[in-house]
């Protein structure tokens, strides 16, 4: 078996673990979530700087946190 394979499968399987376990608390939390949704905006905003004002208003993460605690 490759070492490397088994790490990668481990990883992806906590990463969802967290996030399922995020969102099935009482209360549901919603900070990994965000903090995704930040780095993707991010990222987005890297790579098409010109539509960063689009991005930022379609991925506003404040709003989106705040829709998901009501």
């Given at each position: 078996?490759?070492?490397?394979?088994?790490?990668?499968?481990n990883m992806k399987r906590a990463?969802?673990?967290?996030?399922?376990?995020?969102?099935?608390?009482?209360?549901?939390?919603?900070?990994?979530?965000?903090?995704?949704?930040?780095?993707?905006?991010?990222?987005?905003?890297?790579?098409?700087?010109?539509?960063?004002?689009?991005?930022?208003?379609?991925?506003?993460?404040?709003?989106?946190?705040?829709?998901?605690?009501?």
């Open positions: 078996m490759n070492i490397a394979l088994d790490i990668e499968k990463f969802w673990d967290i996030l399922h376990s995020d969102f099935t608390a009482q209360p549901p939390k919603y900070d990994h979530f965000i903090s995704l949704v930040n780095e993707v905006k991010e990222r987005l905003i890297q790579i098409r700087p010109r539509y960063k004002k689009i991005i930022d208003d379609v991925l506003d993460a404040g709003f989106l946190k705040q829709r998901l605690e009501h």
